[in-house]
């Protein structure tokens, strides 16, 4: 079984940044896709912001500019680097990662970023 460990939650004023960090038990470049999710409370699940094992990026329009997606393959971890955060932000936020082999999905347990003056 698969496990993904996330880090780098917790509060941060408006217009500050946070870098998420997310390692799986198995080594990054046996999956094909790596997301970031998040969940703010009363609303779906969305995509933040996504990475292919061919390292193309995607990003949902609300965070485009001000959000990073990465993966450092010697570190074995995905990373989120968000900046200029504004309280839409606050979320429960979730590392996801598709085996190239079978196709499963993998999630982490998520960590809360809160954004509050």
């Known amino acids: 079984q698969v496990q993904l460990v996330e880090s780098g939650g917790g509060l941060v004023q408006p217009g500050g940044s946070l870098r998420l960090s997310c390692a799986p038990s198995?080594?990054?470049?046996?999956?094909?896709?790596m997301g970031w999710y998040r969940q703010a409370p009363g609303k779906q699940r969305e995509l933040v912001a996504g990475?292919?094992?061919?390292?193309?990026?995607s990003y949902a329009d609300s965070v485009k500019g001000r959000f990073t997606i990465s993966r450092d393959n010697a570190k074995n971890t995905v990373y989120l680097q968000m900046t200029s955060l504004n309280t839409e932000d606050t979320a429960v936020y979730y590392c996801?990662?598709?085996?190239?082999?079978?196709?499963?999905?993998?999630w982490g347990q998520g960590t809360q970023v809160t954004v509050s003056s």
């Open positions: 996801k990662m598709v085996s190239d082999y079978t196709k499963l999905a993998y």
């Open positions: 198995r080594r990054i470049d046996t999956f094909s896709a």
């Open positions: 990475i292919t094992s061919d390292d193309n990026t």
